[in-house]
Nanobody, 126 residues
């Protein structure tokens, strides 16, 4: 069973940057889809970015396109989320997730992700 541990959250001013990391406890092979999701207080969890480790283009939520970049380092079993030009509305708990799927490798398919980390808080202030 894959265990995921996020890090890199914190407090930053609007316009700033953060890089989140997600370390997987074991090798996540090319059949995995991995992604970042977030949940703000009082709101439902939403997809931010996903990537299929077997290849193909990452997918992003419209709200973060052009500002966030998802990437992976297979040698380190680590997933990253580079967040630039942060806005107040990016404030949320950010979760890393994994699923053995290609068909449901998209930001809307939260139900398909069976492995979740504990989350890391990102707070953006203006």
């Amino acid at each position: 069973q894959v265990q995921l541990v996020e890090s890199g959250g914190g407090s930053v001013q609007a316009g700033g940057s953060l890089r989140l990391s997600c370390a997987a406890s074991e090798y996540t092979h090319s059949n995995y889809c991995m992604g970042w999701f977030r949940q703000a207080p009082g709101k439902e969890r939403e997809g931010v970015a996903v990537i299929y480790l077997g290849g193909g283009s990452p997918q992003y939520a419209d709200s973060v396109k052009g500002r966030f970049t998802i990437s992976q380092d297979n040698a380190k079993n680590t997933l990253y989320l580079q967040m630039n030009s942060l806005k107040d509305e990016d404030t949320a708990m950010y979760y890393c997730a994994a699923a053995i799927t290609r068909s449901y490798c998209n930001t809307r398919a939260l139900h398909a992700f069976g492995y979740w980390g504990q989350g890391t808080q990102v707070t953006v202030s203006s």
